[in-house]
């Protein structure tokens, strides 16, 4: 019997995605709540089983869907998908499929599949792609949904397999490779991605440790221990449990189907349905005249055909909008509204009830189980046993183990993200204060409970109290609504032809000398920091992003050796790193000219984090502050943390040929493996020698595979600078979202144009936000920036440019006329820098519960904090923005910041 028909797809609903709504929120909350997971509740059951012969391959899939355009940001447009053992790939047109001319594919098994029934929408995201689709009509979603589903389930229970074979030759002792490479050659030894999934684990295995069969003696004891550990477990007895269950919901739908059968309704039921659709391959389009048998397909099913064969109750939006959470479609349709009058009908519904009574015990007991397995793993974490383990064989252990638990746990955390709150009043609720006897008060140490599993007794809490800001995109979801109107996660795809431009200039650029500085590199400041940064890697991101769902992730309180030693007004400090080029924007006469300086200015600001995704920036505390003197680069800057809910940070630098400002706060977009990061407010740069005043917004900020070690930058999105002084020129620059499937050449791809009133192209320019910048239609075509060589020791150090490590140095002049409030006085981010990662772990937590009590202390008072050096107005388009008061520097003067009352944070 196919998997397929045992249970089809879960349409997945978190039920707290029900809670009552605020009116203002509503309609956010709403698009929100239209979106779903689908968890794919076959895949669990089969997973410790032997189930890859019974689960036939599911049929090919081909036709048409509305993909969101990646360029220009808005829209959609058709292209040809092709559904085929798990990989969909898609091109313009079917003829290009046939000839190969692909753009794109993807291993649907490894993508985390979101769904919203009422657009017909349906998002797959993969870590490094992330497809927005749409089907034009309910019957072709439907049957989208339906097979990709079947293809998900097929791939996964083969990933499955090979992850069994996988612990087994791990806890046997001997050497992974060759029994991955015997299911991999079981499985017809195509290396598809999946494959490849394992060959990474395996490989990081090896890379890490010598191969199993190698270890010395030590080793092998704790192999063995992992063997004994998997022994002892519970997975069996839930497998178990689990198998019986899915009998107990057979005979549920058999008696369902009965009871049916006695009202006379219902030609066939969803599950029949779901397995034709699956197993048959289909063609979704008419065919054409000449039809070609390219695809050898046995069937072709036309839209006609797929409506006439799906009834009007499997395809109305009505019925698609309203599953329940966890009880498949086809149960739940069936079962409502209970309908037995006979005496025979009551018997059924009598077998209904008892039997569905055995199913939740079933799910009861494993569900105790579970509580029991983790107990067993929070217990071992802390025992002696695995701390006599290397560290070295623990990362890898956990590496293969964590990997292999992803997916499932991700489409939770998905979940979770796609169907919370994300209004800005929401935003605000603050955990830390809420009054005893709110749910999540518990979090009062919040930091402890960030480091430790959630309990299944508090999780539902925990859930709760995240869920109510964890998407904070309210504008782009409320955008979505149509379907049709872009929002910020479009892909930006480059028109043709641009990507030989950008070829073009890379080549120029590369063939350019460094830039010659302008700022002497002799600074006189330090080389290095005074430690290398700490190893990370086997630190679960998982069970903290668990703990922390909803939280702007820049802001997530996380284990001190996931930090970095700089602060975000640190952070924000370095997107100075290349204000030469404001210098030269202010003696450049031509406006045009002077547009491209300050365009190359915006695009310099993204290169630094090239190298920086390991760690994430210190949160500032309310109220502390950051100032940066650089004569070298005659600028000074101060920075102030000024909002703790939602967290802003204000910014603003001067110098004799330019002013600097901005205000950040960021929105964040969870897609099961990739985190997109929005920020909101303007940057700001003013030419006093021209009256200039530019203001541009920033792009998107994506942390692709979040969770994993593969984890890196990309930023992409449309920068318009505008300079509200002068209608003259606009500038346009283009952060081209990457095509993954080619050579990853365009990775960091940036274009940009310089625009005169009329429209019109005055200058173009290019390159790459890691490699540089060149315009060709200067009157010398040059390279206009480059980003300065690394120091060469930058991975042990954070991935720091000379800049940022210049930026938390403390010299004993300069600490006297600092005020107490100054990052580099933070203690447990010195202590940090220094190596001392112990110390500063413990002082964090102080740190942070002090900054707690004192808002806990103000708010009873009915205080509210007020930022000492910027101040809260609105700008010319009313947007609220953070100005600096112009008080910094004058104190620092006179009286000097030791002479007045400063904020004592730490
Ligand atoms: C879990 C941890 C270890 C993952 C690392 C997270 C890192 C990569 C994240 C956390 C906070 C993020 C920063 C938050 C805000 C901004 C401002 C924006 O204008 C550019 C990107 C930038 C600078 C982000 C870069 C990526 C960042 C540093």
């Known amino acids: 019997m196919s998997g397929l028909d045992k249970a089809p797809v879960g349409w997945h609903k978190p039920s707290h995605s029900r809670s009552s709504s605020t009116a203002s929120s509503r309609h956010s909350r709403q698009n929100i709540k239209d979106w779903e997971i689908l968890e794919d509740?076959?895949?669990?059951?089969?997973?410790?089983?032997?189930?890859?012969?019974?689960?036939?391959?599911?049929?090919?899939?081909?036709?048409?869907?509305?993909?969101?355009?990646?360029?220009?940001?808005?829209?959609?447009?058709?292209?040809?998908?092709?559904?085929?053992?798990?990989?969909?790939?898609?091109?313009?047109?079917?003829?290009?499929?046939?000839?190969?001319?692909?753009?794109g594919s993807l291993d649907v098994s490894l993508a985390v599949m979101s769904i919203n029934k009422k657009s017909k929408r349906?998002?797959?995201?993969?870590?490094?792609?992330?497809?927005?689709?749409?089907?034009?009509?309910?019957?072709?979603?439907?049957?989208?949904?339906?097979?990709?589903?079947?293809?998900?389930?097929?791939?996964?229970?083969?990933?499955?397999?090979?992850h069994n074979g996988f612990l087994q030759a791990l806890s046997h002792g001997g050497n992974v490779l060759p029994s991955v490479a015997n299911l991999m050659q079981r499985n017809g030894g195509v290396p598809d991605s999946s494959?490849?999934?394992?060959?990474?684990?395996?490989?990081?295995?090896?890379?890490?440790?010598?191969?199993?069969?190698?270890?010395?003696?030590?080793s092998r004891g704790v192999n063995s221990k992992v063997s004994a550990w998997l022994h002892q477990s519970q997975d069996e007895y839930c497998i178990q449990e689990l198998n019986r269950c899915q009998t107990d919901l057979a005979e549920l739908n058999r008696l369902v189907q009965k009871l049916q059968s006695l009202d006379g309704s219902q030609p066939f039921n969803n599950g029949e349905l779901q397995r034709i659709i699956s197993m048959q391959n289909l063609t979704l389009e008419k065919p054409k005249k000449k039809s070609n048998k390219m695809w050898g397909h046995s069937r072709t099913l036309s839209?006609?055909?797929?409506?006439?064969?799906?009834?009007?109750?499997h395809l109305s939006a009505s019925h698609l909008g309203a599953s329940v959470p966890s009880i498949p479609d086809y149960v739940y349709s069936q079962i409502s509204p209970p309908n037995a009058t006979s005496p025979e009908g009551k018997k059924i519904t009598q077998d209904i009830c008892a039997v569905s009574q055995k199913v939740h015990t079933s799910l009861k007991s494993v569900h105790e189980a579970l509580v029991l397995e983790r107990q067993r793993i929070r217990e071992a974490w802390s025992g002696p046993d695995?701390?006599?383990?290397?560290?070295?064989?623990?990362?890898?252990?956990?590496?293969?183990?964590?990997?292999?638990?992803?997916?499932?746990?991700?489409?939770?955390?998905?979940?979770?993200?796609?169907?919370?709150?994300?209004?800005?009043?929401?935003?605000?609720?603050?955990?830390?204060?809420?009054?005893?006897?709110?749910?999540?008060?518990?979090?009062?140490?919040?930091?402890?409970?960030?480091?430790?599993?959630?309990?299944?007794?508090?999780?539902?809490?925990?859930?709760?109290?995240?869920?109510?800001?964890?998407?904070?995109?309210?504008?782009?979801?409320?955008?979505?609504?149509?379907?049709?109107?872009?929002?910020?996660?479009?892909?930006?795809?480059?028109?043709?032809?641009?990507?030989?431009?950008?070829?073009?200039?890379?080549?120029?650029?590369?063939?350019?000398?460094?830039m010659p500085s302008a700022?002497?590199?002799?600074?006189?400041?330090?080389?290095?920091?005074?430690?290398?940064?700490?190893?990370?890697?086997?630190?679960?991101?998982?069970?903290?992003?668990?703990?922390?769902?909803?939280?702007?992730?820049?802001?997530?309180?996380?284990?001190?050796?996931?930090?970095?030693?700089?602060?975000?007004?640190?952070?924000?400090?370095?997107?100075?790193?290349?204000?030469?080029l404001l210098d030269t924007a202010s003696r450049t006469e031509d406006p045009y000219q002077r547009m491209v300086y300050i365009a190359a200015f915006a695009i310099s600001g993204y290169a630094t984090a090239r190298f920086r995704n390991r760690y994430k920036p210190f949160n500032p505390i309310l109220g502390e502050t950051f100032e940066c003197v650089r004569e070298d680069r005659g600028f000074r800057y101060i920075s102030e943390q000024v909002c703790h809910h939602p967290p802003i940070s204000a910014c603003h630098a001067d110098s004799e040929n330019f002013s600097f400002w901005q205000d950040q706060r960021w929105k964040n977009k969870f897609w099961g493996k990739s985190l997109e990061i929005m920020p909101t407010g303007m940057v700001n740069i003013t030419l006093p020698k021209f009256n200039d005043h530019y203001e541009w917004n920033k792009v998107v900020?994506?942390?692709?595979?979040?969770?994993?070690?593969?984890?890196?930058?990309?930023?992409?999105?449309?920068?318009?600078?505008?300079?509200?002084?002068?209608?003259?020129?606009?500038?346009?620059?283009?952060?081209?979202?990457?095509?993954?499937?080619?050579?990853?050449?365009?990775?960091?791809?940036?274009?940009?144009?310089?625009?005169?009133?009329?429209?019109?192209?005055?200058?173009?320019?290019?390159?790459?936000?890691?490699?540089?910048?060149?315009?060709?239609?200067?009157?010398?075509?040059q390279c206009i920036w480059k980003p300065n060589p690394q120091?060469?020791?930058?991975?042990?150090?954070?991935?720091?440019?000379?800049?940022?490590?210049?930026?938390?140095?403390?010299?004993?002049?300069?600490?006297?006329?600092?005020?107490?409030?100054?990052?580099?006085?933070?203690?447990?981010?010195?202590?940090?820098?220094?190596?001392?990662?112990?110390?500063?772990?413990?002082?964090?937590?102080?740190?942070?519960?002090?900054?707690?009590?004192?808002?806990?202390?103000?708010?009873?008072?009915?205080?509210?904090?007020?930022?000492?050096?910027?101040?809260?107005t609105l700008d010319a388009a009313g947007r609220e923005v953070w100005l600096s008061n112009g008080t910094y520097w004058k104190i620092r003067e006179n009286p000097g910041f030791m002479h007045t009352e400063n904020l004592d944070l730490w």
């Open 41 to 103: 509740v076959q895949m669990e059951m089969c997973a410790g089983g032997d189930s890859l012969q019974d689960m036939a391959l599911p049929g090919i899939c081909e036709g048409y869907l509305m993909k969101k355009r990646k360029w220009p940001l808005n829209g959609w447009h058709k292209r040809y998908f092709v559904l085929d053992k798990g990989i969909l790939k898609y091109a313009k047109t079917q003829h290009d499929i046939s000839k190969g001319k692909l753009h």
């Open 122 to 162: 349906i998002d797959l995201d993969a870590g490094d792609n992330l497809y927005h689709m749409m089907a034009k009509s309910y019957d072709l979603f439907y049957i989208w949904v339906t097979k990709l589903s079947a293809h998900r389930m097929y791939k996964k229970s083969e990933a499955v397999h090979m």
């Open 195 to 218: 494959s490849a999934y394992y060959e990474s684990s395996a490989s990081t295995l090896n890379e890490a440790a010598p191969p199993v069969a190698e270890l010395p003696t030590a």
């Open 303 to 313: 839209r006609v055909e797929a409506l006439g064969m799906l009834s009007s109750n």
């Open 386 to 514: 695995l701390r006599q383990a290397t560290p070295q064989q623990l990362a890898t252990l956990c590496t293969a183990l964590s990997e292999l638990e992803m997916q499932s746990r991700l489409t939770k955390v998905h979940s979770l993200s796609l169907t919370s709150d994300s209004s800005d009043e929401s935003f605000c609720t603050i955990r830390a204060e809420q009054p005893p006897g709110f749910p999540c008060s518990r979090r009062s140490s919040s930091r402890h409970s960030s480091r430790r599993a959630p309990s299944v007794a508090d999780s539902s809490a925990e859930y709760f109290d995240a869920s109510d800001n964890i998407l904070c995109e309210t504008s782009s979801e409320a955008s979505d609504e149509s379907g049709l109107s872009g929002d910020t996660t479009s892909n930006s795809e480059p028109e043709e032809g641009h990507a030989t431009a950008t070829l073009k200039y890379r080549a120029s650029i590369s063939s350019s000398p460094n």
């Open 519 to 580: 700022v002497p590199t002799d600074t006189g400041r330090r080389t290095t920091l005074p430690a290398p940064g700490p190893d990370n890697s086997h630190i679960g991101l998982m069970t903290i992003l668990y703990n922390n769902i909803g939280k702007d992730l820049s802001r997530v309180s996380m284990p001190i050796p996931l930090n970095e030693p700089v602060s975000l007004l640190q952070r924000l400090c370095e997107e100075l790193e290349y204000s030469d």
């Open 701 to 781: 900020t994506c942390i692709h595979n979040v969770l994993s070690q593969q984890r890196y930058l990309e930023h992409y999105g449309e920068v318009i600078i505008r300079n509200l002084k002068s209608a003259v020129c606009t500038c346009k620059i283009t952060f081209v979202k990457s095509r993954y499937w080619g050579s990853d050449s365009n990775m960091n791809e940036v274009q940009g144009t310089v625009l005169d009133q009329a429209g019109n192209v005055v200058h173009r320019f290019g390159g790459l936000w890691h490699e540089g910048i060149f315009c060709d239609t200067l009157p010398t075509p």
């Open 791 to 872: 120091p060469k020791d930058h991975f042990t150090y954070y991935g720091f440019s000379s800049f940022a490590m210049e930026m938390n140095e403390l010299t004993p002049e300069l600490k006297p006329l600092l005020p107490t409030t100054d990052t580099r006085l933070r203690p447990d981010q010195r202590m940090l820098e220094e190596g001392r990662v112990d110390e500063a772990d413990k002082l964090k937590d102080d740190i942070e519960n002090k900054q707690r009590d004192r808002r806990k202390a103000m708010s009873k008072k009915g205080e509210e904090h007020i930022p000492r050096f910027f101040r809260k």
